[in-house]
Each structure stands twice: as C-alpha cells, then as structure tokens.
C-alpha cells in the first residue's frame, strides 16, 4: 500500500477537512516493570519448559499497518483505524 505524504482528510479537534502529514507509527519498547513482563520472567526461570502453549494454525501473511495524521493548521494529530498491507510506503 503506498500512501501520499500528505492528504486532505477529517480533522477532529478543527471539525473540518483540512491537509495531514501522514507519518507511520514506530512500536516502541515495551516496558519492563508491567505485571505481565514480571510474571513472565519468574514463571521463565528455573527448570521449566515455556509457560504457554504452542500457537495453532497459519502465522498471518500481512501486518496491521498503524498511521499517524498530523493537521496542518491545528498541529494536533489523531490516529485513523488500523489497515491489513504486507508493505507500506509513504510517497510524494
């Protein structure tokens, strides 16, 4: 899927259609101190084989490509719905 730099689309916070610069969404670092994370490391160590069972069926084919809309004129950003693409690329 390739994507202009910039479109006209819905702003939110200004009510009205204005031009976006469309930026994709990096995935940051997970944090280390979640509940989940703790867990994991403890249930992890020792003599003890992976706490969760293998995952049945097909491994998904694309990825769900997260996008970031930034309004030109109010310089607020909002995140539009989440797209199924194998690639992304951001053109002219």
Known sequence: ???PR???????SCKKHTIHN????KKRKASELK????RFRRV???Y???PRPKPEGREKTSRRI???LTCSECKKSHQP????AKKFDIGE
């Open 66 to 68: 997260a996008m970031k």
């Open 6 to 12: 910039k479109i006209k689309t819905y702003c939110p």
């Open 35 to 38: 509940q989940g994370q703790r």
């Open 81 to 84: 719905p989440t797209q199924r």
């Open 48 to 50: 003890r084989g992976f």
């Open 22 to 25: 469309v930026e994709k969404v």
């Open 1 to 3: 899927m390739e994507k």
């Open 44 to 46: 992890m160590s020792g």
